[in-house]
């Protein structure tokens, strides 16, 4: 409490006369303690369509700041550093609406993320970390999902990252010489180096155009394979994508976009190639899950079998893959995420056995993609955590990355598997977010300047932090 009162004085006396405050207000009589955090009020930062309010209990200071009804609503703090360091945020937080999301944005430029779970009282969560500058800095809290309550933020300086505990080698016993490689490699580069990547060959072969450089990895999506669509006549092409990628010594990771097997709504707000989508189709996966005999059960199966065929592929070419199934679970937009953790992660264990000790498919390093703790399957049949994060600004992501490190309690490589804004090298750096890889999804993102500037791309593409294909060939043998 004390704490609070003093930093409150502190904001107000910061705002009063400026950044040139900031000395008598972070510079208190007796030394300070590098790792004392500072409470800033949000009553007392400068509001853009953001209002002051007292009326829910539990606030610190004078009120709460509510009012996040628009895209530009925000609430800025002005805060300061005596050095150029990293500190931990945290925001005190009412989601008395739900389940929301905010973006944090540093100084007007990186944006990053923050999932506020519902409930009904103020609490302090984790907003990952910021990078201030000597002298004086912004945090702006943007609405996003908005409909929120904002207390408060604190800044506590950020201890180094502790050294990583990797396990050495990938969950299945069974893996083969080429997953066993692929997953030594990565090991080995974990926490030093990050991998370029790109959805789509054709986009990362554009991004060889534009900036001389070829991404390391390419994702390519099993979507086209479904039985649901190759039925209305789709013909993939995702697996000679990534023999082609292969080939030239690149890394290989594959996502699945899972047409439901059957229940397609095919209507014109909700046509049959969007059936992976909860709101496309009427397919109840914890239904289908309640037995094994029932035929929707066996119609997953089906599924399962037909994407066995193609991984299978892939594995007598010789290609180790990064397997990222049921991605972005915890969303909830996709059928296989839409009743809840638990049949996802059934399926997802379903999904791991059949393919691994039925079609005895040994080429998989296998990625999960769910941040939230509910809905992780577990360490024994996980390799890698990832996240996917659209958040504009070309920020580290620093956020999820950190919630990962602690559902894997670093244990696990982590990847950015996908991202709207491919990250700057030196933020990633700075903020010790040691992602394995980032890929950028494709069209309206790649090439869109809105998200990546071809300035950042040339920068990224060509800093030694970020391994691109001609700097990872041999891999194999590494
Ligand atoms: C299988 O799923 C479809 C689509 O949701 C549904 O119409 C059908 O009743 C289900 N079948 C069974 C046996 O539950």
Known sequence: MARTFKALLCGIVALAAGANAAPSCAAPTTTPNPGTARTYEAENAILSGTTVDTAQTGY???GYVTGFDQAT???????DSATARLYDLSIRVAAIYGDKRTSVVLNGGASSEVFFAAGTTFTSVAA???LLNAGSNTIDIVNNWGWYLIDSITLTPSAPRPAHQINASPVNAAADANAKALYKYLRSIYGKKILSGQQELSYANWIAQ???KTPALVSVDLMDYSPSRVERGTVGTAVEEAITHHNRGGIVSVLWHWNAPTGLYDTDAHKWWSGFYTDATDFDVAAALSSTTNANYTLLIRDIDAIAVQLKRLQTAGVPVLFRPLHEAEGGWFWWGA????PAKKLYGILYDRLTNYHKINN?????NSILPEWYPGDATVDILSADVYAQG????????NQLIELGKDKKM????EVGAAPLPDLLQAYEAHWLWFAVWGDTFINNPDWNSLDNLKKIYTSDYVLTLDEIQGWRSS
């Open 60 to 62: 610190t200071g004078t």
């Open 73 to 79: 609503d925000k609430i800025t703090f002005k805060v």
């Open 394 to 401: 070309n920020g580290p992501m620093s956020t999820q990355y």
């Open 128 to 130: 990952g970390q910021v």
């Open 339 to 342: 009743k809840g953790p638990e």
């Open 414 to 417: 982590i990847a950015a598997s």
């Open 364 to 368: 998989l390093i296998w990625v999960w």
């Open 210 to 212: 534009q900036t001389g």
